[in-house]
């Protein structure tokens, strides 16, 4: 008998749907993207730059620029023209009604009020310290970032304008000559080379000072009762551009080395004002000297 049949159902399996092979990205591809980005935004960046000089505002501040006006051939004679002015101190010739003659001088030449000449310098050598200089350097980026941002001029002087007149003494001649070769300045601001300003935003309070011809930093009982040599700091002051501070520088150098009497006005500081710890005259003993001599000067 043959064999019973038996019926199996064959299960074929179905064949599975064929995945497309993975595109994996291509390193060319990417970096032609990536240098096409770059120049997108390079390009945009230039645009802008070129264009926001026509569109942002000028700065508040006005642009510091010592270019003097040229005045034409009929305009009158200045001051200028006087053989007889010199730059430097007495005994130099003096001069005289320098108001008058810078009011007219401005007149020919107009130049926005209140400008400042910021005035600092150093010693002529090398300074001995290793790291003296790149410090001086450092100090001196300091002013004139700070005097760029606020519009002000800026003088650094390394030379003896006289020859017996060095170390602090020889801010003296300098500030006297900057007055005579600067009268669109109605402000000289000294600064001493280590003096270094913290806060690039503050603003001189001229308005403060309309009555005044000399600014310095101090204590007025420090000066006029305890007479202190440390009393103010002859380091940074302000002095307006004008006949008395003129007079002043004069009288203020009298008590330098210049003078034969040097000696003597060293014995005269240090009896004036006791906490004095060396003999030589000094300009901010000298500079407290007159303050309580000439204080209704």
């Not at 270019?67 to 200028?80: E, G, H, M, R, V």
């Not at 730059?87 to 209140?114: A, I, M």
């Not at 310290?129 to 410090?135: E, S, V």
């Not at 310095?216 to 103010?232: C, D, F």
Request: hydrophobic letters at 40%; proline letters at 12%; one cysteine or more.
């Amino acid at each position: 008998m043959p064999p019973e049949s038996t019926s199996h159902s064959l299960q074929i399996p179905t064949p599975l749907t064929p995945k497309p092979p993975s595109r994996l990205p291509n390193a060319y591809s990417l970096s032609a993207d990536v240098l096409i980005f770059l120049s997108g935004a390079a390009a945009a960046l230039l645009l802008f730059y070129v264009f926001s000089s026509f569109i942002l505002p000028p700065t508040p501040y006005p642009v510091s620029s010592n270019q003097f006006q040229k005045p034409s051939s009929s305009d009158t004679p200045s001051f200028y023209d006087d053989p007889s002015l010199s730059y430097s101190l007495p005994p130099s010739p003096s001069v005289s009604d320098w108001d008058t003659k810078r009011r007219l001088w401005r007149h020919l030449h107009p130049f926005p009020p209140n400008r400042i000449l910021m005035l600092t310098g150093s010693q002529p050598s090398p300074c001995p310290n290793p790291i003296g200089d790149h410090l001086l350097l450092r100090f001196f980026k300091n002013k004139v970032d700070y005097s760029r941002i606020h519009g002000i001029d800026v003088f650094y002087n390394s030379a003896l304008l006289h020859p017996s007149m060095p170390s602090f003494w020889a801010k003296l001649p300098l500030l006297r000559a900057a007055m005579i070769a600067h009268p669109e300045a109605e402000w000289l601001w000294w600064v001493d080379s280590d003096a270094a300003i913290t806060d690039m935003e503050f603003q001189l309070p001229l308005q403060r000072y309309q009555s005044y011809n000399l600014v310095v930093h101090g204590w007025p009982n420090l000066v006029y009762e305890n007479r202190s040599w440390t009393a103010l700091n002859a380091g940074v002051f302000l002095l307006r551009n004008c006949q008395w501070s003129l007079d002043f520088l004069a009288r203020w150098a009298r008590l330098g080395p210049h003078n034969p009497d040097y000696k003597h006005w060293g014995e005269v500081l240090r009896a004036e004002l006791p906490d004095k710890l060396f003999p030589d005259s000094d300009d901010q003993s000298a500079l407290i000297y007159l303050l309580i001599k000439e204080k209704d000067r």
